[in-house]
């Protein structure tokens, strides 16, 4: 009896499972016959987002040419005009004013500035970022205000912030005073100025760095045993080091072009306390146009030198991401 119920039983099922099976082939096909035409012809799975995204010949060409005329007009034009102007009475003319003493002078002071703002803004950076990058404490919304402050102060604002502390009517001026402490109209206060208004530029590129790159890898070296600097030069750094590059670019142009707090705190001493921006300034204001364009274009070379360092760090990054 129990083969006989078991044969019922089949027999009961056996007429549906057929046709069970013939519609599960059936719909494994038209999904198949679905997903062959779509593959074919991608245009009909998103017709309309890519009639939307996808601009006509004369549309692009418009909005090519109006870039073009831009930079044209507003950057090419204007650096032409620049070396031009500095070449106006020949080469000769242009070497000798870049040879004459006060505007050897601000060459100095504008490499010395930029020379010691830079290395004190990659240490405050990385530590910086490392610390926001990497850990919680109390106080870290309060840290990222204050590296964002330069950008919202006027860097005349902050030229004068020092005046307020180190002039001779300012808090500290009486004590500097007294012990013969020169900050305001001297280099220590173009240094200080300089570091005010370029040290976000490293800590800005690496806190979103390293908090993409999370704490796996610095974990895994402390649990083999690594010590945190070893961990740092040899973990943290390598990973850091295009995006920490690229920063020092940024913050050096900023730093050799800075005119504003610059400009409060020199005192424009020529010789002494004006920078090439200043110098510049000075020259022009005298009518001595073709000093002033040579010194000009020379400050242009570099900034077009630190241009072409900043592709080439870009083009040198992808490069390794992509391998």
């Not at 001026?173 to 173009?190: E, R, S, T, Y």
Request: charged share 15%; glycine share 8%; aromatic share 10%.
């Amino acid at each position: 009896m129990n083969e006989q119920g078991n044969r019922g039983t089949l027999g009961d099922r056996s007429p549906s499972a057929p046709s069970d099976e013939f519609e599960l082939v059936q719909d494994e096909n038209t999904l198949s016959m679905a997903t062959a035409v779509t593959l074919r012809n991608p245009a009909t799975l998103l017709p309309r987002t890519v009639a939307a995204t996808t601009e006509g010949p004369l549309v692009r060409r418009l909005l090519t040419g109006i870039a073009v005329l831009f930079l044209g007009l507003f950057l090419l034009l204007p650096l032409t005009m620049v070396f031009a102007s500095a070449l106006a009475k020949g080469f000769t003319v242009y070497v000798e004013s870049l040879r004459e003493p006060d505007a050897w002078a601000a060459i100095r002071l504008t490499l010395l500035a930029a020379a010691m703002a830079v290395p004190a803004n990659v240490v405050f950076g990385v530590a910086a970022a490392w610390a926001i990058g990497k850990f919680d404490f109390f106080g870290k919304s309060l840290l990222i205000t204050l590296i964002d402050l330069p950008f919202a102060v006027s860097p005349v604002v902050s030229g004068l912030i020092y005046v307020l502390l180190f002039g001779l009517q300012g808090i500290l001026g009486p004590w500097l005073a007294a012990h013969d402490i020169k900050i305001i109209f001297a280099v220590p206060g173009i240094v200080l100025a300089t570091i005010f208004v370029t040290f976000p530029f490293v800590a800005r590129e690496l806190i979103p760095l390293i908090q993409a790159q999370g704490n796996e890898e610095e974990e895994a070296a402390l649990t083999l045993g690594a010590s945190g600097w070893r961990t740092f030069f040899h973990v943290t750094l390598p990973n850091i080091k295009w995006g920490l590059l690229y920063g020092v670019i940024l913050c050096n142009a900023r730093a050799m072009g800075e005119f504003g707090a610059v400009s409060v705190v020199s005192g424009h001493i020529r010789g002494r306390t004006n920078t090439m921006p200043l110098h510049i300034e000075i020259l022009y204001n005298e009518y001595q146009f073709v000093p002033a364009f040579a010194v000009a274009s020379l400050l242009a070379l570099l900034a077009l030198l630190t241009l072409f360092v900043k592709s080439l760090i870009e083009w040198r990054s992808k490069q390794q991401v992509a391998s």
